[in-house]
C-alpha cells in the first residue's frame, strides 16, 4: 500500500466509522446465514427457551437490525443477496431449486465475490450455495468464490450428506477451487465441517489483503430423512435443553445450539489471529422458520409474528439480524430502520472501497450510514414478492404493507415464551467464545455494554403485540393493508381506512410487472442423477439453459437448439 492509499483509508475511516484513532484499511467482511431461523429462536430478541449465548453476545456488540427484510424462501433470498437485485428480475421468484434441475442465476448476473474479487479481496463460500450448479459455470468457483466447500443444492443430511430426489439418493458435497471441481465426503456433522473450515481459513489467510467469508449454514434446516432433525448429540440435547418438552422442538434447540457454537468459534478465530480489529460480520437468517406444517419442518417459531417460510406476512420475511464493526461509533444499539437483503452488495461494495453508483439496474442502497446512525434509512419502500404462480404479492412503503392474494401460510404459527425455560443467564452469554473474545479485543474506546444496557437493548429488540387474534382476517385472496408500525403482527386491516394507501401501494406493486421475468422452474433432468457420477450430485450439462418468459413459448439453449413442450418431463426429447 503506497501512502496516498493509506492516507485515502484513513479518511474514509472518518466518514465510514466515526473518529478513531487507528486509521482502518478495507475491512474483512464476514457473512454468516442461518437456515430457516425463526424471529423467536435466538435469545436477544426476548426468547429464554433456546440458549444461543454466542450469537447474543455479537449482537449485544453490534448494531441490531430489527426491520431486516429477505425473500419468502431460500433461492430467492440467496440470489437477491448476491446480485442486488431482486429476483423477479431473473424469474427466480417462487419455488426453491431442486437438485439436477438445469436451472441458476443466469451467467449475465455479476455476483457479489466478483465485484470483491475485483477490489483486492479473497473470496471464500463454506455451506449452501442454491443458486444452480447444472453446468461448471453455475458452480461457486466460477461465479466469484476462490473456494467453496460444501453443498449445492438446498439442503443434505447433516451426518452423510446425501439429498434424494426422484427415489435417486446422492452426496452433495464438494471442495471446488476456480480450476477443479471434485465431490468429497467425511461424514463429520455438517455445522462442525462448517466451524472447521472457517476456522482454517481464517487461520492460514494472508493478513495482508483483505477477505471475504460468508457461512452459510446448513442449519435449522430439517432434512429429508427418518430423523429430520440431526443432532449432534441426543444425549447431550436431552440433557442440557429437557425443560422443552416437545421433542421435535428440543431437537430443533440443538441444531441451534451447534449453529452458535460455530458463531463463538469464528469470533474467537478471528480475534486469535487479531482479525476481529477490522472485521465486518453480517448475522441472518435466509427467511423465516417453517415451524410445523410446511415441508420440512423444523419446529422452528417466528413468534409473535405472523406467517412462516413461503409466506409474505412477517413471520417470512421479517428475520433476525445484526452487523458488527468494532470501529463503528454508535455500535451497541437497536436501529429500526428498514434494510433490504438486495441492500447488501452495494453496502459491501462501498465498503470495499468500490463505487456503488456505478452498478446499474440494481434493487439494494448502500446503507453503511444507516447502519453507523449517521442517517435514516435511504428507503421508504420496498417491494416484498410478486409470485406470478401462486399468487402472493406485497410491498411496504412507510409504516404500511399490502398483502394480497394470500391462499395459505397466513396464521400465526410456532410457539411463544416457554414458561418452564430457566431465566436469561446473562453470565453464560459474558462467558461465551464470542464474550470473551470481544472481553479481550485491543481496539481504542471499545467496551462491551453492562448487564443494564444489554437487557435494555433486549427489551427493544422483542416486539410484542397488544392485539393477539387465533383467526386473523386477510386470507382467501383478499387485498389487506397494515399499520406494520403500530401492528408488527398483522392483525388489523385497514385498507378500508386508508383506501389511498392501499391503490399507492398496489401501483407501486404494479409498476414492477414490467421488469418481471415468469418463474424459470424447469424438469428435473436424468442425466443429472448421481449414479453418472459415482454417487455425487455434479454439474451434468455444457450449455446454459435460456427458459422462456412464459410457460407457452418455446425454450432455448444458448446454442440455438430448440426444445418443444416446455415445461418438459423428459429432456431427451430436447436433444
Not at 482454517?200 to 429430520?228: C, F, M, N, V
Request: charge should be neutral.
Amino acid at each position: 500500500m503506497n501512502i496516498f492509499q493509506y492516507y485515502f483509508y484513513y479518511l474514509l475511516s472518518f466518514f465510514q466509522f466515526g473518529k478513531q484513532q487507528v486509521p482502518i484499511v478495507k475491512p474483512h467482511i464476514v457473512v454468516i446465514i442461518s437456515d430457516d431461523m425463526g424471529w423467536n429462536d435466538v435469545g436477544f430478541h426476548g426468547s429464554n427457551e433456546i440458549p444461543t449465548p454466542n450469537i447474543d453476545a455479537l449482537a449485544y456488540n453490534s448494531v441490531i437490525l430489527n426491520r431486516h427484510y429477505v425473500m419468502p424462501t431460500c433461492t430467492p433470498s440467496r440470489a437477491a443477496f448476491l446480485t442486488g437485485r431482486h429476483p423477479i428480475r431473473m424469474g427466480l421468484q417462487g419455488i426453491p431449486m431442486n437438485v439436477a434441475e438445469p436451472r441458476g442465476v443466469p451467467l449475465r448476473e455479476k455476483l457479489l465475490p466478483e465485484y470483491l474479487q475485483k477490489l483486492g479481496y479473497v473470496t471464500r463460500l463454506v455451506g449452501k450455495w442454491h443458486l444452480g450448479y447444472y453446468t461448471e459455470q453455475h458452480t461457486p468457483t466460477r461465479r466469484g468464490f476462490d473456494s467453496f466447500a460444501g453443498y449445492y443444492g438446498g439442503v443434505i443430511r447433516y451426518f452423510n450428506h446425501v439429498v434424494t430426489k426422484n427415489k435417486h439418493t446422492g452426496i452433495d458435497f464438494h471442495k471446488d477451487n476456480p480450476h477443479r471441481i471434485e465431490p468429497y465426503q467425511n461424514g463429520q456433522y455438517f455445522t462442525d465441517f462448517i466451524s472447521d473450515e472457517a476456522e482454517d481459513i481464517i487461520r492460514r489467510h494472508d493478513k495482508q489483503r483483505p477477505l471475504y467469508l460468508q457461512l452459510a449454514h446448513l442449519a435449522g434446516h430439517s432434512t429429508e430423512g427418518i430423523e429430520s432433525l440431526e443432532v449432534r448429540n441426543i444425549t447431550e440435547v436431552n440433557q442440557n435443553l429437557a425443560y422443552i418438552g416437545d421433542i421435535n422442538r428440543r431437537k430443533y434447540a440443538g441444531v441451534i445450539a451447534a449453529l452458535d457454537d460455530s458463531v463463538g468459534r469464528i469470533v474467537k478465530a478471528l480475534k486469535d489471529t487479531k482479525m476481529l480489529e477490522n472485521t465486518v460480520i453480517l448475522f441472518m437468517s435466509d427467511n423465516g422458520s417453517p415451524t410445523t406444517i410446511a415441508p420440512y419442518t423444523n419446529h422452528g417459531s417466528n413468534y409473535p409474528f405472523r406467517g412462516m417460510k413461503g409466506s409474505i406476512f412477517e413471520g417470512g420475511i421479517r428475520v433476525p439480524s445484526f452487523v458488527f464493526h468494532p470501529l463503528i461509533k454508535d455500535r451497541t444499539r437497536v436501529s429500526d430502520e428498514y434494510i433490504h437483503i438486495t441492500d447488501w452488495l452495494p453496502t459491501f461494495v462501498k465498503l470495499a472501497g468500490g463505487d456503488p453508483s456505478t452498478i446499474t439496474d440494481i434493487d439494494g442502497m448502500d446503507q453503511w450510514t444507516t447502519i453507523t446512525g449517521q442517517q435514516k434509512s435511504k428507503r421508504d419502500s420496498m417491494l416484498i414478492n410478486i409470485d406470478e404462480v401462486y399468487g402472493p404479492e406485497s410491498a411496504i412503503m412507510g409504516r404500511y404493507k399490502l398483502v394480497r392474494d394470500v391462499h395459505k401460510y397466513y396464521d400465526y404459527y410456532g410457539q411463544d415464551y416457554n414458561m418452564y425455560s430457566p431465566s436469561y443467564d446473562l453470565r453464560n452469554i459474558m462467558l461465551s467464545m464470542a464474550g470473551q473474545a470481544l472481553k479481550k479485543l485491543n481496539v481504542t474506546d471499545f467496551t462491551l455494554p453492562n448487564e443494564d444496557r444489554i437487557l435494555e437493548l433486549r427489551k427493544k429488540a422483542t416486539v410484542t403485540c397488544v392485539h393477539k387474534v387465533f383467526y386473523p382476517k386477510c386470507i382467501n385472496k383478499r387485498t389487506c393493508l397494515f399499520d406494520i408500525i403500530s401492528d408488527p403482527c398483522e392483525t388489523t386491516d385497514i385498507a378500508g381506512e386508508r383506501p389511498d394507501i392501499k391503490v399507492a401501494l398496489s401501483k407501486f406493486v404494479d409498476s414492477y410487472r414490467s421488469v418481471l421475468i415468469n418463474q424459470t422452474n424447469t424438469y428435473i433432468d436424468p442425466a443429472g442423477y448421481p449414479e453418472h457420477f459415482n454417487g455425487y450430485w455434479m454439474p451434468w450439462m455444457s450449455h446454459e439453459y435460456i427458459p422462456p418468459r412464459n410457460r407457452n413459448k418455446t425454450a432455448i439453449w444458448n446454442d440455438n437448439v430448440f426444445c418443444e413442450g416446455y415445461p418438459m418431463d423428459d429432456p431427451r426429447n430436447c436433444l
